[in-house]
C-alpha cells in the first residue's frame, strides 16, 4: 500500500522547487491547531522571525481524495517560500538540505504552539517590519536551517547507535 | 476485584454491533476536557473528516453506580457510528479490527486537544459539507484505520522485544 | 537541610487526622494554575467527581516562612476531606493508604488540566447534584483510591527493578 | 562557527554583574509565549515569589543582527535582578552558582507555563506585597535556588554514569 497522498504532494514540491533537497509535511498537534485558523503567522519571537515573509497560507483544502490536483495547487501556492500553512491540514516546509527543512518544520510547530499558547492567554505585541526582516536574514537562512538542524541528527544518530539499530 | 463498569459498557456494544471487534475507551486528559462541553467535534482538520456524521455525543451521564443500563444506553446512542464523546466521561471508539478501535482513540483525542488549543486562541474554519464527506470516505474507512494503526503495534511490539518482555 | 515547611505541613495533618496514613504535595504545573484561580474544581467529569464535596479551598497564603502557623491551618481548613486547593501554592492529597493518597494526587492533578483547558475552550457542563454524589461513593471511595493506585505502584516497582535499583 | 548571539549576551552579563556565575538563555514554548505578551509575570504562586520584583522585562527587542550592542543593552536593562524576559524573544536567569541559574531557568519558565493557562482559563488571584516579600527572601534566595537546583544535577549524573557515558 503506497500513501498516495504523500506522493502526490511531496512529487509537486520537488518539480516545481529544483533547490528542494528535502520537504518536511505532518499533521502535528499544534501545526493543524493552527491551521485551522485561517491565518499566517504573527512574527512575535525572534524564531518566528525565519519565517516573516516567507510562509503562505494555503486556503483551498480540498481533502485527501484529490491528492494529484490538490499537491500541484500547494506546489503553486507555495511559491519561493520555504513553509506553508496548510489550511484544515497541517504544516509544510522545505529546504535545500534535510536538516533544514526537519528543523524547519520542528522550529514551526513550535511557534504554532507558542501563538496559540499567547493568544489564547492575552494580547502579543509584534516584531516592527525592520527588526523582522533583518533577523529573517540571519536566522532564516538556508545555512541558519542546516547549523540548526544538525544537533538533531547528531542526537537520533548516537541514540540510534546507542540502541544497536546501526 | 472486577471493573464492573467497564465490562457494562464493553459487553453491551459488542452485543449490539457485531462488526465491532474491539471498543477503546479512556478518561484521557483532552477527551474528557472536550467532553465536559457538551458538543460534537468540529470538522476543521482532514484528521477530523474520519469523524464526520460518524461519531454521537452521548449527553445522558447517570455516573459509574449505574454501569448496566448506562452500557447500554451507550450502545443504542452510539448507533451504527464509528465513535461516542461520552459527556462528563470520555472517549469511546470501535473498529472491525483492533488496530483500527486504536487508531481511532488516539486520532480522537488528539482531535480533541487540538480543537481546545484553536478554540481556546481563536475563531476556526470549518471543513465544507461536501470536501468533509469525500474525505471520511478515504480517511475514515475500516481499512484507513487498520492502516493507520499498524504502525503503532509495529512499534510496540518491536519497544517490548527489545525490554527482553517477550 | 531540612524541608521545614513540608515537615509543617504534614506533621500538622497526621497530627489533626489520624485517619491519614500519608498526604502527597506539591506544586504541580497545573496544579498551581489552577490555584490560582481561587475556586474549588467544578463537577464537569466522572473523575471530578471524587473530590465532589470532599475538597477545600485554603485561601490565606502567608507565604513559606510562617510555615508552622500555615500548617496547622492548612490542617483545620482541610477537615474531614480528602484534598484541598492550596491558593496561590498547589494542591494536597490525603489518602488511608499511601497509593490512594498518590492517586487522589495524580487524579486531581489530571482533573485541574482538564479544566484549564475546557474553561479555555468553551462552556462546561455540570453533572448534576445526585449523580455527583452517587458517583463520588464509587469512585471517591479509599477503597477506589487504593485501587486506582496499585497499578502506579506496580509498574513503579517493575521499572525500578528493570533498572537495576531494587 | 560560533553562535555569537550567545556569545554576546553571556558576556555581557559577566562583565556587568561579577557575582554571577552562571547565565541561562533560551527559547523555550512557554517562555518565548509569555514573552511575547509585553509584561512581567504576576506574583500568583509561591513559586513566582521568587522572582518577585527581582526580574524585569527586555522591551526592547532590536533581532540577532546586532547581537554585541543587544548583550550590552540587555545587562544594562537585568541590573542587579535574577532574570529577564526578553521581550518577543525568551527566557534569561542568572545565578552565583550553576544550579541555582538552571533551577531559575526552569523555575521561570514554569511560571510562565502556568501563568499562560491560568490566564488562558480565568481571573487570578495576586499574593499581597507582604507576602511576597517575605516568600521571596526565603524561596528567592541564592542557597535556595542551589538547594532546588541540585537534586536536577544529581539525577543528571546518575542517569549519565548508568548511560555510561561517564
Redesign the interface.
Known sequence: ?LNRAAFAIHSAIHNSRPDVTCAAHS?T??G????????TLDC????A?AFYNDHVLY?N?????LAEEEGIAIAKSLGDKKAALL????LLTTGSTIEAAVFWFVSLD?CC?????????????K?DHE??E??H???GSSLGGW?SGKPLFDVMERDVK??GWL
Open positions: 500500500m499533521h498537534i499544534y493543524r491547531a493552527f491551521c485551522s485558523l485561517g491565518k512575535i519571537t525572534q524564531d522571525c486556503d483544502f480540498q481533502g485527501v481524495v489550511q484544515n491540514h497541517g513550535k504552539h507558542s501563538q496559540l499558547l499567547a493568544d489564547a492567554a492575552g494580547k502579543t505585541i516584531i527588526d523582522a533583518n533577523t536574514k540571519t536566522v547549523f546507542h540502541e
